[in-house]
């Protein structure tokens, strides 16, 4: 990586070389440039490669041996702001994957075998992912508040269909308090609904919170509230999600 003057870009090389799937080369390359003061531009294209997981391979009435890696072209456009405690982003994406590694719910699909009755992995031939992701923060004395948009559609371009536990849209809110030795936060994450095993999944909204206690030096108390209302959450289909949990530590 390097910079001069208002420019700044990076390039990367990554080998794998797997004995069940020889040796791949990938790279991306990025660069930014500053608009004006606080304002930048970037930009990043790149390549991707990922191997089946054991998982993916061999786990009884799931995995196929016959899987292929996946192998993906991205590029991605951003524009950043930043002025005293504010900021804000603005990401906009598009990944083209070949043999997408997911989760199968037709059986006909899968190997005639009545260990698959729930379905299997597979690989989807050809995945488009784009999207567009809004991010903003900001700090007001003690306080620090930060919101988040992301806006996705994926979809197998063969069918069209929207690809499985993929939500169209989730967003973000948080708010974040310190003082002193103590601390406090809160965070609301909604997601969207999305298919999977020819159901829809229901829409989902969380609540955490969050408390801190430096007690001594080096020492803090921490506190935290996850799922605080005890929202019933299916994080796919018919899997029971966890409830309300509490945290000390």
């Known amino acids: 990586d390097g910079s001069a003057a208002s420019w700044s870009w990076q390039a990367d090389v990554r080998h794998d070389d797997s004995s069940d799937f020889g040796s791949v080369n990938t790279g991306r390359l990025g660069g930014s440039v500053a608009l004006a003061p606080g304002l930048r531009l970037r930009a990043l294209a790149g390549s991707t490669f990922r191997a089946p997981s054991f998982n993916d391979l061999v786990y009884p009435g799931y995995g196929v041996p016959t899987l292929q890696p996946e192998r993906g072209r991205s590029v991605e456009l951003g524009l950043s702001w930043r002025a005293g405690g504010s900021e804000a982003a603005a990401t906009l994406y598009l990944n083209h994957v070949r043999d997408l590694i997911g989760y199968e719910s037709d059986i006909s699909f ?29 700090q007001i004395g003690a306080w620090a508040l930060r919101a988040q948009v992301d806006l996705l559609d994926a979809k197998d371009e063969a069918t069209g269909s929207r690809l499985a536990r993929r939500a169209a849209h989730q967003e973000t809110l948080a708010a974040d308090w310190s003082a002193g030795d103590w601390s406090a936060g809160a965070s609301v994450l909604n997601v969207g609904s999305r298919p999977d095993g020819g159901k829809q999944l229901a829409a989902e909204t969380t609540l955490d919170l969050s408390a801190g206690w430096r007690f001594a030096r080096g020492w803090t108390l921490q506190g935290k509230l996850i799922n605080a209302t005890d929202r019933d959450l299916e994080p796919a289909r018919d899997y029971q999600g966890l409830g309300r949990q509490a945290w000390l530590a």
């Open 110 to 138: 899968c190997p005639a075998d009545p260990a698959y009755q729930f379905g299997c992995a597979r690989n989807v031939n050809r995945a488009r992912l784009q999207g567009l992701t809004l991010s903003g923060a900001h």
